[in-house]
């Protein structure tokens, strides 16, 4: 009797861990469309231009995730696109390249920018978002529509987001003085948007929305110095009226050169005439 | 004792191993994994866009709790490009531009770049900044309906959808522009005109009687309110939105009222009018002479609020002011320029001063402006006002000031539409807005009853 029930138990034992076998199929090819999508020849251009040379993609064709659900934005015209890609390598891409080496943008640069086709009306404010920056990786260009390629100050607007956005991108990787935001902060504020450029000029801040905070002021600074001639940045500065404002943007002027100089070894006049040049040469 | 913890622990091993065999997931509920059924879907949606050579007509409503519909026609191609043209505006040439099929919240319609259809998604739209039509470029599916695929936004869903429907046409370039066209024409027939009255009426026939609304029709939004003001005084509204097409319009959500449901409205080039037919009964949108309702805001005139109405050119243009008086306006202009040492005048606005003086007499005053004097010029004029059956009744008393005088024939339209003889009908209108400005102060119009195709909307100064 005992051997027979060895001889059961040993069969049972055998059944049972044949039963918990995994007689599945094995793991098959992915179910997850992985092929490339279609490609246009826009798409073909932006590939080579950007996401090959320095991982920066480019997107045009419409993601309601890439932009704020609640606003009434459209994508843009295809044909808007690529002027303005071009407008990014001459003006930006290719200016810091050349002062700050082959890798410069590769290393610190967005990795993403979205080109929307409608102006970004704030709600509830007199004001239109032209760009927003997210956490150093991503760019968003509004209004490019509307852009006219014929008129530099038309063409200055999007670049001047662009530098500004860029400005805060390389803070996050190297923060700026902090003695930068007491140089004149008693007149920083939220409602920025009922100043005039001119009259935060005379208060000593570049542009109107300078004057809403230290860090903004300082990549306006950034901005508004390569998006402009040096000729043309020293007659904004000179038409100052107040000599003490006008002091107080030299002195902001002088703090971002020694923070490009120090921290990129990049002398920003040089990139100024650079980017400067880009821009120029946009204009049709 | 140890033989018998043997059997049963052979006994549960035995029941253990037949449970371990049992079957239970043999149920094959889909075929496919969810990534190919997703997959699957998306190539269904896909294969029915692109499989209509010559496209789908779309009616888009986008809110129709707060604007009308357009319609678009759109051709998919294999390629990823979709062919265009709708009948938002003039601009009706086809373009083409890329779409998806994709997984979002469910299989979306992405229109990937911009095309006609981001026309109702552009907040750069005149009259609505920031919103537009509150239009989106991805849509959600909902289903194939008898061959029409219905589409939502998820951001409106009860109140937005995309209706696709094969366009049965023979050449999609030529008939989708030629449709476009037709229906842009019939939008137009629904406005006003220099001599068309400017009561818009809503009447309802059937067994009951007959039914007359004040449409309230919104051009901008492409809206109407269709009001009823009920024998007991109360005022009863309702809301739609129209979507113009080759033959007339439909509306969304449908008109109910007294048991029928009216949707489409027909145009009759004859009668100027759009009608809807159901069971026997009618539905039509028309000009009328009078109002459907005489409200009876008029009694407030001459009191704290409505004491000095004024209508001037550079507080901005509303369309309650009717293109009829701004005809009658270019009149005037037209005839003071012609006279002696005037021809550079430009009319700049007009008063009504509705306290009585102590004679009883009431005033109307029209301006210009003269270059030569940094004053603007007045003409007054004396009328004795009556109100009677809710309507303003004012009988030309005199002239009092020279400039009056010598322009008295010039100014005899502006005059006459004061004095109608028919009496003036006056509406409060809420607070004041234009094209360019907007106001607290309180806002009225004045309609002549004579000459129903003039009406001035302006606002009272105290």
Redesign the interface.
Known sequence: MKKY?RI??AI??V??FM??SNSGDSVGES???TST??L?RLDVWLRSNFVEPYNIEVL?????NDTD?D????????SSVRPVAIALQKAWVEPYTEVGGVDFIKNIAPRQFTFV?????N?NTPTITLGIAEAGTKITLFNI??LDFSDINSIKEPLKTVQHEYGHILNQNIPYDPIYNQINPQNYNANWFNRTDEEARELGYITAYASSQGSEDFVEMVSEMLTNSKTGFDAIVNSILNPESKAIIRQKEAMVADYYSTNFGIDIYELQELAYKGMVELVK | MKSMY??Y??IS??I??FF??NNDDNQVLFED?P??RI?QGNSEVLSLLTSEAQGYRGVYFTKNDEFGGFTFYLKFNT??TVDMTSDFDLETAIES??F?VRL?TTTEL?????NHI?KV????TDGL????F?????FQYYGNENGNLVFRDV?NKNSSFLELSPTGFASFEAESIMEAEASLAQRQNILPTIDSSVFQLLTVQNSTGTSNFDFNYDALRLYANPQITLSDGNVVEYNFGLNFNETGFVVSPAFEYEGEVYEEFLYDENSSSYVSSVNGTTATVYLSNTPSFFKDDVNGIGKVGRQIFISFIEDGVNPLTSPGFNNLIETMEFNVTQTDGRSDWVYSGLAYFAVPDPSGDVRVDVFFSNPSNPNLERAIYLLKPVTEDNKLFLTFEGVTNQLGFELFQQLSPFVQFWASVEGMYYTDEGTFSSDIVSYPNSSGTFTSLSQSNLRTYGLWLN
């Open positions: 029930m059961i138990l049972v034992s059944l049972s039963s918990c179910q997850i469309d999508p279609i246009n045009y064709k419409w993601d309601i659900i606003r009434f934005l459209h994508p843009p015209l295809q086709g409608s102006f970004n009306f709600p529509d509307y | 043997r059997k622990f052979a091993l035995l253990l191993c371990s065999c994994s990534a190919e997959a390629n990823g531009s890329s998806e979002g992405v229109f990937t770049t911009r981001q998604s552009d907040p750069s900044i920031g919103t537009g509150k239009g989106t470029s991805v951001r």
